[in-house]
């Protein structure tokens, strides 16, 4: 065990990480009923799920985007990249990261020796909150069964959950 402690520190020392804390475990959650926004997907293609986003009105944030933004990049990846919602320039665009964060996002998987076009990269949300707040709890489940069907589909190796608001959610 202690042979596993040192590596993953020194994995953390590599990356500049300085502090990690774990979280505690939680009580387990109640079996709730899964509201009707938050259902499935049947099990859609990748067409058929870019199309049913789309339409999406399950929650009021279809009112105020100019379009969704569903995800961007290559269907084979290895790497699924999610954050958390997109933005004004996201919304006009829609793809996810375009912005700023999108050109530091670039710059950092060509550091780690990929490119754009190498993984696959979508949100926690696929319509723009309106002036770029914070995915509020019911709009996080009303997209949640889109972004696992993405999984489903992608069957990445890895999942980078960029921002707390990402990690938290999955």
Known sequence: MDGQRELHNAYLQAMGITRWVTRQVGEPLDDEPVSEKSAPTPALDWT?????????????????????????????????????????????????????????????LLAAGYQRDDVYIANILKCRPPDNRNPRPD????????????????????????????????
């Open 48 to 108: 058929a799920l870019e199309n049913q986003v789309a339409g999406c009105t399950r929650c009021a944030l279809h009112e105020t985007r100019t379009q969704t933004v569903f995800g961007t990049g290559n269907r084979n990846a290895d790497w699924l990249i999610i954050g958390e919602a997109p933005g004004a320039d996201e919304d006009k665009a829609g793809e996810p990261f375009v912005g700023r964060a999108g050109m530091l996002l670039n710059e950092m």
């Open 139 to 170: 709009e996080v489940q009303c997209c949640q069964a889109y972004l696992q069907r993405q999984v489903e589909l992608l069957q990445p190796r890895i999942i980078l959950a960029v921002g707390k608001i990402a990690a938290h959610s999955l």
